[in-house]
T-cell receptor
Framework: GQNIDQPTEMTATEGAIVQINCTYQ??????LFWYQQHAGEAPTFLSY??LDGLEEKGRFSSFLSRSKGYSYLLLKELQMKDSASYLC??????????WGAGTKLIIKP | DARVTQTPRHKVTEMGQEVTMRCQPILGHNTVFWYRQTMMQGLELLAYFRNRAPLDDSGMPKDRFSAEMPDATLATLKIQPSEPRDSAVYFC??????????????????FGPGTRLTVL
């Protein structure tokens, strides 16, 4: 079966760095998305990785290892507004997104 | 600033009533997705259209749910009859490329604000 695993909840301190991990098992693989979802709002696109390595975009970076079926989202210089759920979604051989349940990130002052 | 729009934003109805949710995808986008999100289940794909044709509705309870795209600017999701277990947030998303089955394109999905449905 297809599966996306990510931690349910994480807590971090304002100004710090946090890494949110995601492991995936999909039938075929055509990339991996990270979305951010604030409470009561819609998911918004953060990143898409299809090649191995780290892609940096401001305070947020996303890493992919296809051989390990593993990705992470790295958030630096955490701000209170980063408190949100972070959704990992793998793209399978039919180009369908397989969504994880999301990681709720709580930022404390 | 192009956005996906959804109406209504909130809907409270009684069990057995028909519910219709509407979505206007971003102009020029070729793919439209309907999702349901609950605390227990997370995001569930209900239906998916490309160029207005339904490609996948395997996630949708067929006996009560139906999804259509009468034209390129409107997608609808209907529930008839509604049940309390249908209470959830329903998101519509659209994608720009429409070429999900090509090697070079994977659609980024742009989500609408959602319809929060409560069935009493």
């Amino acid at each position: 079966g297809q599966n996306i695993d990510q931690p349910t909840e994480m807590t971090a301190t304002e100004g710090a760095i946090v890494q949110i991990n995601c492991t995936y098992q999909t039938s075929g693989f055509n990339g991996l998305f990270w979305y951010q979802q604030h409470a009561g709002e819609a998911p918004t696109f953060l990143s898409y990785n299809v090649l191995d390595g780290l892609e940096e975009k401001g305070r947020f970076s996303s890493f992919l290892s296809r051989s390990k079926g593993y990705s992470y989202l790295l958030l630096k210089e955490l701000q209170m507004k980063d408190s949100a759920s972070y959704l990992c979604a793998g793209v399978d051989s039919n180009y369908q997104l397989i969504w994880g349940a999301g990681t709720k990130l709580i930022i404390k002052p | 600033d192009a956005r996906v729009t959804q109406t209504p934003r909130h809907k409270v109805t009684e069990m057995g009533q028909e519910v219709t949710m509407r979505c206007q995808p971003i102009l020029g986008h070729n793919t439209v997705f309907w999702y349901r999100q609950t605390m227990m289940q997370g995001l569930e794909l209900l239906a998916y259209f490309r160029n207005r044709a339904p490609l996948d509705d395997s996630g949708m309870p067929k006996d009560r749910f139906s999804a259509e795209m009468p034209d390129a600017t409107l997608a609808t999701l209907k529930i008839q009859p509604s049940e309390p277990r249908d209470s959830a947030v329903y998101f519509c998303a659209s994608g720009p490329k429409g070429g999900l089955r090509t090697e070079t394109s994977t659609d980024t999905q742009y989500f609408g604000p959602g319809t929060r449905l409560t069935v009493l």
